[in-house]
């Protein structure tokens, strides 16, 4: 039995932004949408067999799926320690009937040779940032935190514990080992 579990779950496989570098394979043809019941039976399952340290919700573009909220406040129940990860940043910033701070992540593009160390086969990187929700004029610019992408074929999963909920329903473990058909 494992004891501790991170888990990611993507509800939806809709995508506006079609990233190269992207793991869920989600595009703007995406209509795949898991259920807020789908998703509690699969936290149900997992939470009685581990302890769930932390649930990323993720997509495609999670919040384009029309139960968000519904679905942030569910996972909220399983773990104080949720995720989303969401390039709608704007949307997130003058939004603030989703939660008081919630933690983004950004994709960009950077120029290896700047004062960020980059490793030679890393052309991306994922800014990591705390955004404060309210009014615009209140709002504090974030420390930026950089990290570099972890190639796939790098990573040992032999004994991952990270379970992936994808939007086909399908359920897999580790994120570098997903398995789409």
């Known amino acids: 039995m494992v004891t501790n579990m991170e888990v990611t779950i993507e509800i939806t496989n809709y995508c506006p932004n079609e990233c190269d570098y992207c793991s869920t394979h989600a595009s703007r043809r995406g209509h795949l949408k898991v259920t807020q019941e789908e998703i509690n039976i699969f936290l149900n399952k997992t939470s009685s067999e581990s302890d769930i340290t ?7 573009e999670p919040l384009s799926h029309p139960d968000f909220y519904e679905i942030l ?7 104080k320690n949720v995720w989303v990860y969401t390039n709608a940043i704007t949307h997130i910033i003058y939004n603030t009937d989703i939660v008081k701070e919630i933690k983004v992540e950004a994709n960009v593009c950077l120029t290896p040779g700047r004062e960020v160390y980059i490793p030679e086969n890393a052309d991306k990187v994922h800014l990591l ?13 974030a420390n930026i935190k950089v990290s570099g992408n972890i190639p796939r074929n790098d990573c040992s999963c032999d004994n991952c514990k990270h379970l ?4 086909n329903r399908k359920s897999v473990l580790a994120p570098c080992r997903k ?3």
């Not at 932390?54 to 495609?60: A, L, Q, W």
């Not at 940032?129 to 615009?136: D, I, M, S, T």
């Not at 992936?164 to 939007?167: D, E, G, I, R």
């Open 129 to 141: 940032q705390l955004v404060k929700q309210g009014r615009a004029k209140d709002m504090v610019p």
């Open 164 to 167: 992936v909920l994808q939007a």
């Open 179 to 181: 398995d789409y058909e």
């Open 73 to 79: 406040c569910l996972c909220k129940s399983y773990t």
């Open 54 to 60: 932390r649930i990323n919700i993720s997509g495609g």
